[in-house]
């Protein structure tokens, strides 16, 4: 059962561009999203993220939506650059109370190449 | 800034052996976790911890097992390492409460034949 879902493996973009990575979860209980990049042979590292109280959360080139009543995020990334070519990672997190202790659910991941 | 290290970049075990995979982090954080990657399925949680001595399962704890017995060291052991356990393998940790993020270490690259 997938969560956190990324529907699509792949993205080609050209530098200069925006490059648009979505997300689907099907968990009404998630309360925080975040999004990891992850180079090969490097471990994730964090990118951006958004409370469920808010729609937006910009930082620099990266922006990431959050549109609850179709339990659908997306980042994106303006202006597109060579060095952003990565596996980008969403994830969600449910409510912290209790006993979530913060877990994460991650999705399949998209492959993003931007082409100089 | 935090450090997270894992004792292996790459390993290759044979089908049966008992393996150990450590992670070590110097930001006295509380939470930390082990996942697996694999193609298409993302980022899978293994097993976590959120103290010395305690642990919880994950999604797929099957074939797994954990130890904490320090704060900084969580190890994954796998009692009888099998082909479908080639993997990457994922140390994250977290500080408890709150809006944080997990800070995650190089990964080993776990090879069974």
């Known amino acids: 059962d997938q969560q956190v879902k990324q529907n699509s493996p792949s993205l080609s973009v050209q530098e200069g561009r925006i490059s648009i990575l979505n997300c689907d979860y099907t968990?009404?209980?998630?309360?925080?999203f975040l999004w990891y990049k992850k180079y090969p042979a490097e471990g994730p590292t964090f990118l951006i993220s958004i409370s469920s109280i808010k729609d937006k959360n910009e930082d620099g080139r990266f922006t990431v939506f959050l549109n609850k009543s179709a339990k659908h995020l997306s980042l994106h990334i303006v202006p597109s650059q060579p060095g952003d070519s990565a596996v980008y990672f969403c994830?969600?997190?449910?409510?912290?109370?209790?006993?979530?202790?913060?877990?994460?659910?991650f999705g399949q991941g998209t492959i993003l190449t931007v082409h100089p | 800034d935090v450090k997270v290290t894992q004792s292996s970049r790459y390993l290759v075990k044979r089908t049966g052996e008992k393996v150990f995979l450590e992670c070590v982090q110097d930001m006295d954080h509380e939470n930390m976790f082990w996942y697996r990657q694999d193609p298409g399925l993302g980022l899978r949680l293994i097993y976590f911890s959120y103290d010395v001595k305690m642990k919880e399962k994950g999604d797929i704890p099957e074939g797994y097992s954990v130890s904490r017995e320090k704060k900084e060291r969580f190890s994954l052991i796998l009692e009888s390492a099998s082909t479908n356990q080639t993997s990457m393998y994922l140390c994250?940790?977290?500080?408890?409460?709150?809006?944080?993020?997990?800070?995650f270490g190089p990964g080993t690259r776990l090879t069974v034949l």
């Open positions: 994830a969600a997190r449910r409510n912290a109370g209790g006993t979530s202790y913060g877990k994460l659910t």
């Open positions: 994250a940790t977290k500080r408890a409460g709150g809006h944080n993020e997990q800070f």
């Open positions: 968990n009404s209980m998630f309360d925080y």
